[in-house]
């Protein structure tokens, strides 16, 4: 971004360099969303995360600009330049702030931006437009390019990629919400291996497939802090929501302190969707509170995008995330297992009546055991990005006819010697001894994670079916429930013994108690 303050001279430069190119500039007026912010007189540019090689919201959408002024009252001229012509529009200073409402304008550029007051102007150059994508969480959401299996060769593909550009926002925190960042640790930028090599991985491949199938700008901001909770990036309001909303601020972990500084700042962003990779420090910070806190994020962000963008960003934008990979090998914790199920608001998969337009990547069959970043930190991102594609064709662009969701099941039949699980599309199957288990019990009380629950070997299958056996339940108890794949480590690299037909989309992990719907009793051996 340049600044240029001056004489008049330079005023009737900047005028006649818009009637030489023809130059239609356009705007809406629109008051910023936040009252709070005080700036110092005599500055005049646009706020920290617009720059050079941006990608702005396009079309239908309206993408927002907006940055610092005065004197109160002062007028803002806003012009777009490039090969379309656009009209200007002029804007009034209001409490040290101008804010830019533009004209829908569809995927493409380059564009110049000028924002011109009095004798000062700035102007972003090399602007395109296409879908915007937020990229938050923790460490494997921060986890490098540089970091995964074959970074060399992704590295080398960055220069094919110039219309998927980045950002990355510098890691502070604050007590209280911010208008603005703090910083930015890496500003936007056309890809090339250097700079790329810092940012994060799953969200470089996640625009990088994106692009390959819309063929058009990508941008991707990247917000994200390794070791955090959930709760450290929700408001104040969401965390009321569960009972989580008293806590003092020191670090990183505390509530709210990301949300005040990596977040609210870009509320006025307009955004086509968010992905979310967490959870990992939640396995044992407030675990049982996550069913409600992850799903009251995600509520409390589209309502606080929409509102900050002025309607731009849907009030129910499309949310990706992945679920919790692995840990431990041979851990008999229930932390991560847990958190899997939270993810999904305890229903086993998404989008659901809870976390509708989301998608998941299921990550738990992508270990690795020889991360030299800890085994908590797998080096397979691409895996994990392409599964957040699937999902993000299906939910956000609504392509028809693209399989996101590993196989789940849709009917359970228990007798006293085995349980049938059909599912809801083909699977391909591989014997285990264990990946199943079920709770025997005496009552009608549902089982959850702290049940006495023994493996139940799978006995047989079809190509929508599998058969276990149930005999170790004695005379006197029956099989009240039934989980699958509820381990830190449930499988080895691309093991795990349930996938869809072709074998690409593992099945998710679930817990379904007997006396829910579409499990049925027979007395039939």
Same mark, same amino acid.
């Given at each position: 971004?340049?600044?240029?303050?001056?004489?008049?001279?330079?005023?009737?430069?900047?005028?006649?360099?818009?009637?030489?190119?023809?130059?239609?500039?356009?705007? $809406?007026? !629109?008051? =910023?969303?936040?009252? /709070?912010?005080?700036?110092? &007189?005599?500055? *005049? @540019?646009?706020?920290?995360?617009?720059?050079?090689?941006?990608?702005?919201?396009?079309?239908?959408?309206?993408?927002?600009?907006?940055?610092?002024?005065?004197?109160?009252?002062?007028?803002?001229?806003?012009?777009?330049?490039?090969?379309?012509?656009?009209?200007?529009?002029?804007?009034?200073?209001?409490?040290?702030?101008?804010?830019?409402?533009?004209?829908?304008?569809?995927?493409?550029?380059?564009?110049? $931006?000028? !924002?011109? =007051?009095?004798?000062? /102007?700035?102007?972003?150059? &090399?602007?395109? *437009? @296409?879908?915007?994508?937020?990229?938050?969480?923790?460490?494997?959401?921060?986890?490098?390019?540089?970091?995964?299996?074959?970074?060399?060769?992704?590295?080398?593909?960055?220069?094919?990629?110039?219309?998927?550009?980045?950002?990355?926002?510098?890691?502070?925190?604050?007590?209280?919400?911010?208008?603005?960042?703090?910083?930015?640790?890496?500003?936007?930028?056309?890809?090339?291996?250097?700079?790329?090599?810092?940012?994060?991985?799953?969200?470089?491949?996640?625009?990088?497939?994106?692009?390959?199938?819309?063929?058009?700008?990508?941008?991707?901001?990247?917000?994200?802090?390794?070791?955090?909770?959930?709760?450290?990036?929700?408001?104040?309001?969401?965390?009321?929501?569960?009972?989580?909303?008293?806590?003092?601020?020191?670090?990183?972990?505390?509530?709210?302190?990301?949300?005040?500084?990596?977040?609210?700042?870009?509320?006025?962003?307009?955004?086509?969707?968010?992905?979310?990779?967490?959870?990992?420090?939640?396995?044992?910070?407030?675990?049982?509170?996550?069913?409600?806190?992850?799903?009251?994020?995600?509520?409390?962000?589209?309502?606080?995008?929409?509102?900050?963008?002025?309607?731009?960003?849907?009030?129910?934008?499309?949310?990706?995330?992945?679920?919790?990979?692995?840990?431990?090998?041979?851990?008999?914790?229930?932390?991560?297992?847990?958190?899997?199920?939270?993810?999904?608001?305890?229903?086993?998969?998404?989008?659901?009546?809870?976390?509708?337009?989301?998608?998941?990547?299921?990550?738990?069959?992508?270990?690795?055991?020889?991360?030299?970043?800890?085994?908590?930190?797998?080096?397979?991102?691409?895996?994990?990005?392409?599964?957040?594609?699937?999902?993000?064709?299906?939910?956000?662009?609504?392509?028809?006819?693209?399989?996101?969701?590993?196989?789940?099941?849709?009917?359970?039949?228990?007798?006293?010697?085995?349980?049938?699980?059909?599912?809801?599309?083909?699977?391909?199957?591989?014997?285990?001894?264990?990946?199943?288990?079920?709770?025997?019990?005496?009552?009608?009380?549902?089982?959850?994670?702290?049940?006495?629950?023994?493996?139940?070997?799978?006995?047989?299958?079809?190509?929508?079916?599998?058969?276990?056996?149930?005999?170790?339940?004695?005379?006197?108890?029956?099989?009240?429930?039934?989980?699958?794949?509820?381990?830190?480590?449930?499988?080895?690299?691309?093991?795990?013994?349930?996938?869809?037909?072709?074998?690409?989309?593992?099945?998710?992990?679930?817990?379904?108690?007997?006396?829910?719907?579409?499990?049925?009793?027979?007395?039939?051996?």
């Amino acid at each position: 971004m340049h600044v240029l303050r001056d004489s008049p001279k330079l005023s009737f430069l900047l005028l006649g360099y818009i009637l030489l190119t023809s130059v239609m500039c356009f705007c $809406v007026l !629109a008051l =910023l969303v936040f009252a /709070s912010f005080q700036h110092s &007189d005599g500055d *005049f @540019g646009f706020a920290s995360y617009y720059g050079d090689h941006m990608v702005l919201q396009k079309s239908p959408e309206r993408a927002i600009l907006w940055g610092y002024g005065s004197p109160e009252g002062a007028q803002v001229t806003v012009c777009l330049s490039g090969t379309m012509k656009h009209k200007s529009s002029t804007v009034t200073v209001e409490k040290g702030i101008w804010r830019v409402t533009l004209d829908p304008i569809e995927a493409g550029g380059p564009y110049n $931006v000028t !924002a011109a =007051l009095e004798n000062s /102007s700035a102007t972003l150059t &090399d602007v395109l *437009f @296409g879908d915007v994508w937020l990229c938050s969480g923790q460490s494997n959401m921060y986890f490098k390019t540089s970091q995964i299996f074959n970074a060399s060769e992704e590295l080398a593909l960055a220069s094919k990629y110039p219309h998927v550009r980045t950002i990355m926002v510098a890691l502070k925190m604050s007590d209280t919400e911010l208008t603005d960042l703090i910083g930015v640790n890496l500003p936007w930028s056309v890809p090339e291996a250097s700079g790329l090599s810092e940012f994060s991985a799953v969200c470089w491949l996640f625009g990088r497939y994106m692009y390959e199938n819309l063929k058009y700008p990508i941008g991707l901001v990247e917000s994200c802090w390794g070791g955090t909770p959930v709760e450290a990036w929700s408001s104040s309001r969401a965390l009321q929501q569960c009972g989580l909303d008293q806590n003092e601020k020191s670090s990183q972990t505390d509530n709210s302190v990301l949300w005040n500084a990596m977040i609210h700042p870009l509320l006025n962003m307009t955004l086509k969707g968010a992905l979310w990779y967490q959870g990992e420090r939640n396995t044992n910070y407030h675990q049982n509170k996550y069913n409600c806190s992850f799903p009251a994020m995600i509520d409390d962000w589209r309502m606080a995008f929409h509102l900050g963008s002025g309607g731009q960003t849907a009030v129910d934008f499309p949310f990706g995330f992945v679920q919790l990979s692995t840990n431990i090998k041979g851990s008999t914790d229930d932390g991560f297992p847990n958190i899997r199920w939270h993810q999904t608001a305890d229903k086993g998969f998404v989008p659901n009546s809870r976390l509708q337009r989301t998608f998941m990547a299921v990550a738990m069959d992508l270990p690795d055991e020889t991360s030299p970043y800890g085994t908590i930190h797998p080096r397979d991102k691409q895996d994990v990005a392409y599964r957040l594609t699937l999902g993000a064709r299906a939910v956000a662009y609504n392509e028809k006819d693209v399989a996101f969701l590993g196989p789940f099941p849709k009917q359970i039949l228990s007798t006293p010697m085995y349980v049938n699980i059909t599912y809801d599309k083909a699977i391909a199957v591989k014997p285990s001894k264990d990946i199943f288990e079920i709770c025997c019990s005496q009552s009608q009380a549902p089982c959850g994670p702290e049940s006495l629950w023994v493996p139940a070997p799978i006995i047989q299958w079809a190509p929508t079916t599998i058969q276990i056996a149930t005999t170790v339940c004695t005379s006197t108890t029956e099989v009240a429930a039934l989980r699958y794949a509820w381990k830190d480590w449930p499988c080895d690299f691309k093991a795990c013994p349930v996938y869809g037909a072709n074998a690409t989309l593992p099945a998710p992990p679930f817990l379904i108690n007997r006396y829910q719907i579409f499990w049925t009793v027979s007395v039939n051996y």
